[in-house]
Structures are given as structure tokens and as C-alpha cells.
Nanobody, 125 residues
């Protein structure tokens, strides 16, 4: 499975942004996908995940008010919408695919093992 995140860039406090994760590979549409963020000088945080068919999702508690995850398997893409951006949202955003095919258990970040290149989001105040 190959993944490529895109959609990052410069934004201002209060803006909204839609990140995309393009999937490829024979089983890519049969795996849960997660979004992670690594802020400068910090460890990578697990933000959100969605199951293989988009019927179940998880968003970290502190992100629920502003983050929405979705997927379109016809377009082989998973999305992360971030509303009301804050400077602390600055970081590199990564998407990753789950180790198991067709799994509805996808809230353990250690189970995401196929990583794509990240996309940088910079939010100014």
C-alpha cells in the first residue's frame, strides 16, 4: 500500500483546510487509514482514523470539535478537514494504512504501519 498526503500549506488562525491522502495498491481500499501530526520538536500524535469502507471513524477527543475524517474509495482518497485552524495545528501531517485488511478495530496507532510522505501545515496567528 502506498499513501501520499497533500493539501498542506500556509494558513491563518481561524481558516479551514482539507487534507487529502491518496491511496494506491491492491488492498488500499480495504484498510483503515489514520491521520497523524508531528509538531516541531514533538512526538507524533494520532489524530483520527476511518475504517475501510468509511462507515466508522475515530477522532481524538481534543480534536472532535474541529476535525472531520472521510473517505471516497472510488477516488482512492481519505480526507481530513480541519476547521478553525490554530497555530498549535502547525506540523507535518501524515496518513498511514492499517496493518490488517477489512478491520473495524482501528484505534491503536501502533497498528498503522504503511506510511506516506507528509504534508506541512503552517498556521500563523
Amino acid at each position: 500500500v502506498q499513501l501520499q498526503a497533500s493539501g498542506g500549506g500556509l494558513a491563518r488562525d481561524g481558516d479551514s483546510l482539507m487534507l487529502s491522502c491518496a491511496l494506491s495498491g491492491r488492498t488500499s481500499n480495504r484498510r483503515a487509514v489514520g491521520w497523524f501530526r508531528q509538531a516541531p520538536g514533538k512526538e507524533r500524535d494520532f489524530l483520527s482514523a476511518i475504517n475501510y469502507d468509511g462507515t466508522r471513524s475515530y477522532v481524538a477527543e481534543s480534536m472532535k470539535a474541529r476535525f472531520t475524517i472521510s473517505r471516497d474509495n472510488e477516488k482512492n482518497t481519505v480526507y481530513l478537514e480541519i476547521k478553525n485552524l490554530k497555530p498549535e495545528d502547525t506540523g507535518v501531517y501524515y496518513c498511514a494504512a492499517h496493518r490488517y485488511v477489512v478491520s473495524n478495530i482501528f484505534t491503536d496507532p501502533s497498528d498503522f504501519i504503511s506510511w506516506g510522505r507528509g504534508t506541512l501545515v503552517t498556521v500563523s496567528s
